[in-house]
C-alpha cells in the first residue's frame, strides 16, 4: 500500500480491493450518486468492482485510491470515504479507465487533486499507457462549479477531451405517451421478424452474440462478456419484461433493453438503456421500432404504487450522427454531456 500525505485534513491512500474496502466504495458510490442525483460511477466499473468481490483475481485488474480523514483509515464503511477513484485496467487494449468523485461535504479541499495524482502514480508503475478519465454529467455553460473544477482537473494532468456522450431526455406527457402508442402502431416488422421478449438461460448466448457484432465498433457495450450478462441479469433493476428482442430464422436481429433503476427520489425515469441492430438487418427501419417498443413500455409502466414515470433518458456518442437524428425525431432533447479525457503515458 502507498500513501500521499495532505498538509490538510486528509490522507489519500492507493489500496489493493479487498471485499471490505469494494463493499465500502459500493456505498460510498450509491450514497454520492443519490446526493448529486447523478451516477458518479459508470455503470461497467460498479459491474467490474462487484465481480472482483465474488472473484479475487479480478481485482487485480482495478486500481483504487481513497481519501480518509487520516493515513490510518481503513474503509471499513463508506463514512471513512471522503473521495475516491477507480482505474479499470485493460492490459489487452493497454488501456486504463478513470472515474472519480468526492464526498459533497469535503468538495474544495483539494481532495480532488491528491486523488488525481495518486492514481496517475499508481498507473505509472503499471505498463499501461493510455489513460481515460470521465468527467460526468456535465450541464453545459450552466454546469456547476464542481463539475467545471473536474474538467480544469483533467486537463491540469494533460488530459485532452476525446469522446462525447450525450445524455437526452423525453418528458412523459400524456401527448408525449399518446404520440409513442401511435407511432408503434403505425410501424411495420421488416418481413421474416417478431419481436418478443428476452428468455433468460435461452437467449443468453444469441444475445452475446448480437451484441458483439452489432457494437463491434463500441469501446464498451461490445466486450460484454456472460459474467457481465449475468452480473446484469441479477441486478435489483432488471425485468425480463422490459427486454425485448427480434427474432429472426437465422437469430436474433435486434434487441431494445430498457432499464428502470431501483431507489429513485421523486422524479423517475426509465432508460433506453441498450438498442442494438446486426449488421445483416440495418437499414430496414428494425432500430426504430425496436426504439418505440421499449418507449412504449417506459411510457405505459406503473410502479407498485401505481405511479408512472416522469421521463425517459438515453446516452448517446456525439458522433453517432444517425443514432442522434433518430432520438431527435421522436423528441428526445439534451439532458448532460459526458466526457472522456485522455492522456498518454
Known amino acids: 500500500m502507498s500513501e500521499i500525505e495532505s498538509e490538510q485534513t ?53 486500481l483504487l485510491a ?21 482505474a479499470l485496467l485493460d492490459t489487452e487494449k493497454d488501456t486504463a479507465t478513470i472515474e472519480g468523485a468526492v464526498a459533497s461535504t469535503h468538495r474544495g479541499q ?19 499507457q493510455l489513460y481515460n478519465l470521465w468527467v460526468h454529467q456535465i450541464q453545459g455553460e450552466d454546469a456547476s462549479g464542481e463539475r467545471k473544477a473536474a474538467e480544469l482537473l483533467a486537463r491540469s494532468f494533460d488530459y485532452s477531451p476525446v469522446r462525447e456522450l450525450r445524455k437526452l431526455q423525453l418528458w412523459l406527457t400524456d401527448e408525449v405517451r399518446q404520440n409513442i402508442a401511435r407511432d408503434l402502431g403505425q410501424a411495420h416488422l421488416p ?33 460484454l462478456t456472460a459474467e457481465d450478462l449475468n452480473e446484469r441479469k441479477s441486478a435489483d433493476w432488471f425485468r425480463a419484461e422490459g427486454f425485448f428482442v427480434a427474432r429472426a430464422d437465422e437469430g436474433l436481429a435486434g434487441f431494445h433493453w430498457t432499464k428502470i433503476p431501483s431507489d429513485q427520489g421523486e422524479l423517475t425515469e426509465g432508460e433506453v438503456y441498450a438498442v442494438g441492430i446486426v449488421p445483416s438487418w440495418q437499414g430496414k427501419k428494425l432500430g426504430k421500432i425496436l426504439t418505440l417498443t421499449g418507449m412504449d413500455y417506459l411510457a405505459q409502466f406503473v410502479d407498485e404504487g401505481g405511479k408512472p414515470l416522469d421521463k425517459i433518458v438515453l446516452y448517446v456518442d456525439a458522433d453517432n450522427t444517425a443514432a ?12 448532460t454531456v459526458d466526457i472522456m479525457y485522455s492522456h498518454q503515458a
Open 324 to 335: 442522434v437524428s433518430l432520438y431527435k425525431s421522436l423528441g428526445f432533447v439534451e439532458e
Open 191 to 223: 418481413e421474416g421478424t417478431k419481436i418478443d421478449t428476452f428468455k433468460p438461460g435461452m437467449d443468453d448466448a444469441a444475445w452475446l452474440s448480437a451484441n458483439a457484432e452489432a457494437f463491434a465498433n463500441h469501446p464498451e457495450q461490445g466486450s
Open 66 to 86: 481513497l481519501a480518509g480523514e487520516n493515513d490510518d483509515a481503513e474503509f471499513t464503511t463508506e463514512k471513512q470515504i471522503l473521495g475516491a477513484v477507480v
Open 110 to 128: 483539494g481532495i480532488g487533486t491528491e486523488l488525481a495524482r495518486s492514481i496517475n502514480e499508481a498507473l505509472s508503475e503499471t505498463p499501461i
Open 10 to 62: 486528509f490522507s489519500v491512500q492507493t489500496l489493493k480491493l479487498d471485499a471490505t474496502n469494494a463493499t465500502a466504495f459500493l456505498d460510498f458510490a450509491r450514497t454520492i450518486s443519490a446526493q448529486d442525483s447523478t451516477p458518479a460511477f459508470s455503470e461497467q466499473t460498479l459491474v467490474e468492482v462487484h465481480k472482483a468481490i465474488k472473484n479475487p483475481h479480478i481485482a487485480d485488474s482495478l
